[in-house]
Nanobody
Framework: QVQLVESGGGLVQPGGSLRLSCAAS????????MSWYRQAPAKEREFVAS???????????FYADSVKGRFTISRDNSKSTVYLQMNSLKPEDTAIYYC??????????WGLGTQVTVSS
């Protein structure tokens, strides 16, 4: 059974840091591009960051303008896990963060999300 399980969310103060993890199972992780999305109350789900299946280097990572310079996405194919390092957090980063695995024209999977709250 395909599973994407996010973890690492919680409460953090503005300016703080948090690292999210998404553990994948039930499919060939290394064949899928991985992404992070988020959804705040009363807002649409939005793209945060993505990383291709080809490499875990920053050359293959992409970010929303709102998080550039603050967030870093990475993956460890040996652990079938994708990470999102979040620094300099702002209250507007508060949202449920979702992990997505995608293989164009073939399949797409979503995790159930983890809550991130940035508040003093």
């Amino acid at each position: 059974q395909v599973q994407l399980v996010e973890s690492g969310g919680g409460l953090v103060q503005p300016g703080g840091s948090l690292r999210l993890s998404c553990a994948a199972s039930g499919f060939t992780f290394s064949s899928y591009a991985m992404s992070w999305y988020r959804q705040a109350p009363a807002k649409e789900r939005e793209f945060v960051a993505s990383i291709t299946h080809i490499s875990g280097s920053t050359n293959y990572a992409f970010y929303a303008d709102s998080v550039k310079g603050r967030f870093t996405i990475s993956r460890d194919n040996s652990k079938s896990t994708v990470y999102l390092q979040m620094n300099s957090l702002k209250p507007e980063d508060t949202a449920i963060y979702y992990c997505k695995a995608s293989r164009p024209r073939q399949s797409e999977y979503w995790g159930l999300g983890t809550q991130v709250t940035v508040s003093s």
